[in-house]
């Protein structure tokens, strides 16, 4: 693979990659489309006779593409599907100018061919050899899952980082006037399953890092309240229900606390709580909004955004010393901090002649830079490997829908979860 | 402007001779952290709105409500991204204000927000908004303690909205425990 690829260029707000094999920090982007892996995925040989196998190159492919870091190559001309390095012909594809060619061929095995196997590689063309290749056996009805954890694999091997293609994704769908549900779904809107029905509104889902639970604000009980929901058993426990509104749930890194916001006080105050309920304490108390509490990766600060200064902007706080720094600057006001895996990026809204954007800030040179154009884009998150990101957007119909969009700007791709309005959405945790 | 509603607050306190705030410091942000209730469970718990001082309205105060045209008007607006009191408004707190105090009520003050910007923000803005009629109330008579807020932020408000017509949804609603 091409060393040059990986290496730093001169762009101001980006941090630089390191050729280790530790997590990919950063990806620079230069010239636009220079800087995507073009890579082609063939359709897999189905010796196995199930229809739905037909589409894992599908799946693979999207996911790819989503990521904003290859280019998938258009191969509807192309008759030849090779399904491994023997049967390549490595000059028609260098000709595509695709760097890297996915194949593979799925058998039925087990007891009366119940189970799958699909036995896939990755084919580096111009180097004319096989860089990866892989058994995966399961049921024929996890074809999706199989070939997210393809694409996982072939994103790993090829920048570095951990891909994100098995996890999923938390939104708050508003079905009917008094119909609201909270959703878990795969991380591409597949397999959407309700985990909390309501009449009233539901926002700031939260997964905890440990991936067990889901915090989440509601308003059944008419006025926001915190609860904690156990994601295998379904069971939840009142987080909070203090005088006054009760919101923004922030898991802190261990899983062990959150940040929360309460009014108790009249205006809306940042206070973190363990998870159990007990031990709450409060971070600052001033004349002004505090709220959007967002934790630093290292559990040291919390990022929440204010309306000291005049205008709502994001400031942190230590959580030993209570010392408060602002750290936005631009724009009219700025909204819904949190920050990436790495700690590096911080991600927020921007709104600028009354347009709200997601944006992002290196916290080591401040430079700021807008992924997206608004005006009424909402709910920013990472994705849980800090190089996408998730969103809710209105388009003409000005029904909220969500959709990512890749950290390098490259790539704004709509999730289809159906057509009703979406209130805010999050992105999970990567599973062990 | 909202500096000089606080004078007058500041002023009305001072000579209605009765106060539960410390006029050096009327958002209690020197007072002892309080001793909060924390109700963990599964939903058992007991709505805590209206269970502040002041009293229910019973029946004939319903019925004084029901009747009183100029208590028809709960709603005090606001501007963008404003948590100020119009003077526009004054009659509507005030209205609200002396029915309070005949009937010793128990009040909540919901504050709403129009639905740009993030739900979490916004409910932190209608709650600054219902504060800030809170304190209106309070400025003339009313006893703090009979008044909760509550935000609903942009979740009641229309998500379509555009323009003038996003005015309605930046709003404080006064409502009384008992109706």
């Known amino acids: ?432 | 402007m909202k500096n000089s509603l606080l004078l007058a607050s500041l002023l009305a306190v001072l000579a209605a001779g009765c106060s539960t705030t410390d006029i050096n410091d009327p958002m209690g942000l020197n007072a002892p952290f309080p001793e909060l209730e924390s109700r963990t469970g599964d939903g058992s718990e007991v709505d805590l709105i209206g269970s502040s001082q002041g009293k229910e309205l019973n029946q004939s105060a319903l019925d004084e409500l029901a009747a009183a045209a100029e208590l028809a008007d709960r709603s005090v607006y606001f501007d963008y991204d404003s948590f100020a009191i119009k003077s526009d408004f004054e009659g509507v707190i005030s209205n609200h204000a002396t029915f309070i105090n005949k009937h010793d009520a128990a009040v909540v003050v919901y504050g709403n927000a129009d639905y740009r910007g993030s739900h979490e923000y916004n409910l932190a803005l209608g709650q600054k908004r219902a504060v800030a009629v809170k304190q209106a109330l309070e400025a003339l008579g009313v006893n703090g303690s009979a008044i909760e807020t509550i935000s609903f932020g942009e979740e009641h408000a229309n998500q379509t909205c555009t323009g003038s017509t996003c005015g309605q949804d930046r709003r404080a609603d006064i409502g009384y425990v008992g109706e």
């Open chain 1, 1 to 432: 693979m091409k060393q040059s690829f990986w290496k730093c260029f001169f762009l101001i707000w980006l941090v630089c990659i390191s050729n280790a094999s530790h997590a990919l920090e950063v990806i620079e982007i230069l010239g636009g489309k220079a800087s995507q892996i073009p890579v082609a995925v063939i359709p897999f040989k189905d010796n196995n006779a199930q229809k739905s196998m037909q589409l894992m190159h599908e799946v693979i492919t999207n996911d790819l593409n989503r990521s904003g870091l290859f280019s998938s190559i258009d191969i509807s001309g192309v008759s030849d599907y090779p399904i491994d390095e023997r049967e390549v012909n490595f000059s028609n594809w260098a000709a595509l100018q695709s760097q890297f060619i996915v194949v593979g061929k799925i058998d039925a095995i087990g007891r009366s061919n119940s189970q799958m196997q699909v036995t896939w590689s990755l084919i580096d063309i111009y180097k004319e050899k096989t860089v990866l290749s892989v058994a995966i056996k399961g049921q024929p009805s996890q074809y999706r899952v199989i070939a997210h954890r393809i694409a996982d694999t072939i994103y790993e091997k090829l920048t570095g980082s951990k891909g994100v293609f098995d996890t999923n994704i938390a939104f708050v769908k508003k079905l009917g006037k008094e119909k609201y549900s909270l959703f878990i779904a795969d991380y591409d809107g597949h397999n959407p399953r309700a985990i909390v029905n309501s009449r009233y509104s539901i926002i700031s889902p939260r997964w905890s890092p440990n991936g067990k639970k889901i915090a989440y604000v509601s308003f059944e009980k008419k006025k926001p309240v915190i609860y904690v929901q156990d994601i295998e058993t379904g069971k939840r426990t009142l987080l909070a229900n203090f005088r006054g509104n009760n919101s923004a749930p922030a898991w802190s890194p261990d899983s062990k606390k959150l940040a929360i916001v309460l009014t108790y006080s009249a205006n809306s105050q940042i206070y973190t709580i363990d998870a159990d309920g007990k031990n709450i304490k409060q971070l600052m108390r001033t004349r002004s909004i505090n709220t959007e509490p967002a934790w630093s990766p290292n559990g040291k600060e919390i990022y929440f955004s204010s309306d000291r200064a005049g205008s709502a902007q994001i400031y942190k706080v230590d959580v030993d010393t209570n010392e408060v720094v602002r750290v936005t600057f631009e724009g009219n006001n700025n909204v819904s901090p949190s920050l990436s895996p790495d700690g590096k990026l911080l991600l927020f809204l921007n709104q600028d002649n009354g347009s709200y954007r997601v944006a992002i800030q290196n916290l080591l040179s401040n430079q700021m830079l807008k992924l997206t154009n608004g005006p009424d884009d909402e709910s920013p998150i990472f994705s849980p490997n800090g190089h996408m990101v998730l969103f809710t957007y209105k388009d003409y119909g000005k029904v909220s829908k969500i959709g990512t969009v890749s950290i390098n700007g490259l790539k704004m791709t709509p999730i289809d979860v159906g057509s009703e309005t979406i209130l805010e959405s999050t992105w999970g945790p990567l599973s062990d």
